[in-house]
Nanobody, 123 residues
């Protein structure tokens, strides 16, 4: 069992930066691929970014590539999402997720999920 809790979401203006954090507890954190997903009002949950076990491999959705950076600190059981040049279309609830393999961008390959943190970007 892995427990995940996101933090850092808030209301910001377009062009601002924000860093989301996800704290993990439970089983060995470094055994999990970590991902960030988001869900905007009235839309389905979508992949944002993922990072491999050691942090050497990262993956991004095209919509955030070049603006968002995912990182992890296995010593602290933390994963981060640095979001720069935020746009109103980035407004969503952001979820942290942990998985053990499969496709990095597929929701069903992530077993554990946090409750989410709200990010709102005003124009």
């Amino acid at each position: 069992q892995v427990q995940l809790v996101e933090s850092g979401g808030e209301l910001v203006q377009a062009g601002d930066s924000l860093r989301l954090s996800c704290a993990a507890s439970g089983r060995t954190f470094s055994n999990y691929v970590m991902g960030w997903f988001r869900q905007a009002p009235g839309k389905g949950r979508e992949f944002v970014a993922a990072i491999g076990f050691t942090g050497s491999r990262v993956y991004y959705a095209d919509s955030v590539k070049g603006r968002f950076t995912i990182s992890r600190d296995n010593a602290k059981n933390m994963v981060y999402l640095q979001m720069n040049s935020l746009k109103p279309e980035d407004t969503a609830v952001y979820y942290c997720a942990a998985g053990t393999g499969g496709s990095y961008d597929r929701i069903r390959d992530y077993r554990y999920w946090g409750p989410g943190t709200q990010v709102t970007v005003s124009s």
